[in-house]
């Protein structure tokens, strides 16, 4: 017979005690506190372990680069929303809502898709090259490539790319989606970059994320930005945001 209480929540993350705080394993005040940034946190709260200075460089690259994006829908949200006068961390909460498949979010399924390609290309023995272009042909749409605010290409993925491979980080996930991209140039006939969702599907997978908490990377530094945005909504505009009314149509039934 098993004695063990049944415990209605578990957790290997972090427990708090009436002297402190342990985080996976180590003691937050005495070991984590002025000894590891921000960064490195994040690292170890989502894999149980400390990153290398590597790996430090470009998480850190890839939270700079998603922090801002100007007006774009999550920012968009979070003015409307603080225009209403709500508290600020409500206007955040709705921005980062909209983190989904079509904005922001698809580097979660960019991540899944190219940790199997990898996972494909191992198991069969062929080269990333081969196993991009049979994938390009079999897809009308693939996520993850191309920008409407960066026609000419996303300028951060090959900054961040760039910056993985000179720190060792770039592993197979990376080549593979430099193999998926040159697929579809030979398959279009033009280059379509990797964009921004691409870089935080790849690096995370290259970090040995999980693919489930790869949406992380955009969504914690972010934050920052939609907590500016909602800041300067507040404190420059009269309040009140309306989409305008000569942008409305009524193409309802007429009035009885």
Known sequence: MNDEKQYAWKTAIAEATDT??????YDMLTELVDKV????????????????????????????????????????VARFIQAAGVPIQCS?????????????????????????LVAQ??????????????YVSKHKRISGYGH????????????????AEREGVAGDHIAMTRAVEAAI???????????IDAAVGAI??????????????IVVPRTAGLFAHAHEEMIREPGWRQIPLSEIKYDGQPAK
């Open 20 to 25: 402190g705080l342990t985080v996976r394993g």
């Open 37 to 76: 940034d921000f960064v490195e946190m994040f690292y170890l709260l989502l894999t149980g372990k400390l990153p290398t200075k590597g790996q430090v460089k470009v998480i850190n690259a890839l939270f700079i680069c998603c922090a801002e994006h100007g007006i774009s829908p999550s920012t968009t």
């Open 92 to 116: 955040v909460a709705a921005g980062v809502m909209m983190f989904g498949d079509i904005h922001g979010g698809a580097g979660e399924e960019f991540a899944r898709d190219i940790m199997a």
């Open 121 to 134: 290309a191992k198991e069969s023995g062929q080269d990333f090259q081969t196993v991009a272009e049979d």
């Open 148 to 163: 409407p605010q960066h026609p000419s290409g996303d300028p951060r993925t090959q900054v961040l790319f760039n910056l």
């Open 185 to 195: 140039e030979k398959k279009k006939g033009r280059k379509i970059g990797a964009n």
């Open 204 to 217: 995370s997978a290259d970090l040995g994320l999980d693919w489930r908490v790869s949406r992380a990377c």
